[in-house]
C-alpha cells in the first residue's frame, strides 16, 4: 500500500454538519450607510430591494454598491443585453465551429479566434446604476451630470478611445416614487477605488517596488482622463 493511500484510509471522509443560518435582522432604530449622512431625510431616497426590477423591466438589482447624501449606487443586471448577449453567443458559437473545420494554422486564423474567446468573457450584461434622490436641488444635480456625460462623449465622435478611462453614463431613465421623481443614470460597473487596491496588493500603506509598475498604470491613465476633460473645457470643482 502507498503512503497516499495508508493515509486517506486512517482519514474518512466527513462532511461538515453546520449549515448556513438566516443572518440576523438589523435593529430597526439603528442608522446605516446613507441613513447616516447629514441632512438625511427618509422622503428623498427611493428604497429597493435586491431582486426589484426597473426601466419597465429591463434592470434587475442585485446588491447595494455604495451610498452618498444624495444617490444609492446598485450593481444591477441588464436583462436585455443578457438576451442579445445570449443570442451574439449562439452565432459566435457557429462562428467558431466552421473556423475550426476549415482553418488553417496561420496568424490571422489565431487573431480571430482569440477575438471571439475575448468577447465570450466580457460582462457586458451587469451594470452600476446610481438612484439619485428626489428633492430638487439633488435632481437638478444629476440632470446636470447626465448633460456633462454627454457633452464628453460628443466631443469626440465615433472614437471611443478618447474617454476610457472616463465614465461615462450609458442609459438613464427615471422613477416615479411616493415623494417624487428619481433620476437614475446607468454606468458601467467598477472596481475597488485605488486606496483599497493598494491596501489589498501590499498590507502597507505605501506602495512597493513590485506594485509601482500598476500604479504608474493608473496615474498614467489618471492623467489621460484629466487632459481630455480640459479638452472638452469641463473641470470638476468639488463643488
Excluded at 466527513?14 to 435582522?25: A, F, G, V, Y
Excluded at 479566434?113 to 446604476?129: G, P
Excluded at 451630470?145 to 472616463?166: F, M, T, W
Aim: aromatic residues 6%.
Amino acid at each position: 500500500m502507498s503512503s497516499s493511500q495508508s493515509f486517506s484510509s486512517t482519514l474518512p471522509l466527513t462532511l461538515p454538519t453546520n449549515r448556513p443560518t438566516t443572518p440576523p435582522s438589523l435593529p430597526l432604530d439603528v442608522p446605516i450607510e446613507e441613513e447616516t449622512m447629514p441632512g438625511y431625510d427618509f422622503k428623498d431616497f427611493h428604497h429597493p430591494n435586491p431582486g426589484d426590477i426597473l426601466d419597465g423591466g429591463r434592470f434587475e438589482l442585485i446588491v447595494k454598491l455604495g451610498f452618498g447624501s444624495s444617490s444609492t449606487v446598485w450593481l444591477a443586471r441588464d436583462k436585455k443585453k443578457e438576451m442579445e448577449d445570449k443570442m451574439e453567443d449562439e452565432v459566435e458559437d457557429k462562428m467558431q465551429d466552421k473556423m475550426q473545420d476549415t482553418m488553417q494554422d496561420t496568424m490571422q486564423d489565431k487573431m480571430k479566434m482569440a477575438d471571439i474567446m475575448e468577447k465570450r468573457w466580457e460582462d457586458r450584461c451587469y451594470v452600476a446604476i446610481k438612484i439619485c434622490t428626489s428633492n430638487f436641488q439633488n435632481q437638478a444635480a444629476s440632470e446636470h451630470e447626465l448633460r456633462i456625460s454627454n457633452h464628453i462623449v460628443e466631443c469626440a465622435p465615433g472614437d471611443e478611445s478618447k474617454y476610457l478611462q472616463l465614465r461615462t453614463v450609458q442609459d438613464s431613465f427615471a422613477i416615479q416614487g411616493t415623494h417624487g421623481t428619481h433620476t437614475c443614470l446607468v454606468m458601467e460597473p467598477m472596481r475597488e477605488p485605488i486606496w483599497l487596491m493598494r491596501r489589498r496588493l501590499t498590507k502597507m500603506s505605501k506602495a512597493t517596488a513590485p506594485t509601482l509598475v500598476i500604479f504608474k498604470m493608473f496615474l498614467q491613465n489618471l492623467v489621460g482622463g484629466l487632459e481630455y476633460l480640459h479638452e472638452c473645457n469641463v473641470v470638476h470643482t468639488g463643488k
